[in-house]
């Protein structure tokens, strides 16, 4: 199994930069990027921080959480690598701020207008094997068996909407009230919560 890297400049990253399709992408437009409007959003579930990534190219300023040392670690190796190659990548992330910390506890302290959730999702119950690369990010960072906790503070915290990034055909996070309104991408959701 190769190495988990994370990496801003080439691979899946760079061409969904280059051809993903701008604030017309599912993710974008359940956060709420319209035209001229640039949101700031806390990535409360940073991973591998490529969403963030995407949300920043298109103007987002975001701060990003990681409660995992070791995840914190490569993200914090992949942004320093993007930030010395300057230029567009240089720019966007510029707009990237990373904390190392539990959601749960740094959320309140931040009053972010927008906060985005994607917590490790529930095992799969189909026999697919799930991308070397998640089985890798699961291995470092766990099963988060709290994701309902932490939806209950980001909506208490959050001052424009929360956004959940759950597999397209998972039931409902339990627990939380129902979405004012969902999303769907090819395999994902983003149940929208408008506070």
Not at 46 to 67: H, P, V
Not at 125 to 140: G, Y
Request: with cysteine.
């Amino acid at each position: 199994m190769s190495e988990l890297r994370v990496d801003f400049l080439s691979g899946a990253v760079a061409h969904r930069f280059k051809y993903g399709g701008g604030r017309g992408q599912a993710l974008p437009k359940a956060i709420g990027m319209k035209t001229n409007k640039n949101p700031r959003v806390v990535d409360a579930t940073a991973g591998l921080g490529r969403d963030a990534f995407l949300l920043a190219s298109l103007g987002a300023k975001i701060t990003l959480i990681e409660r995992s040392k070791q995840m914190f670690e490569l993200l914090s190796d992949g942004l320093g690598r993007a930030s010395e190659a300057g230029g567009e990548i240089g720019e966007i992330i510029s707009r990237m701020t990373l904390l190392h910390g539990d959601a749960k506890e740094l959320l309140p302290k931040l009053s972010p207008e927008i906060i985005l959730v994607d917590p490790m999702h529930p095992e799969r119950k189909d026999s697919a094997l799930v991308k070397i690369e998640l089985r890798q990010i699961r291995e470092i960072v766990g099963i988060d068996d709290d994701a309902s906790e932490l939806m209950q503070i980001a909506l208490k915290t959050a001052c424009k909407r929360v956004v959940l990034k759950w597999p397209q055909k998972a039931s409902p996070m339990s627990g939380i009230k129902a979405p004012s309104h969902q999303i769907l991408g090819k395999s994902t959701r983003y149940d929208v919560f408008i506070t």
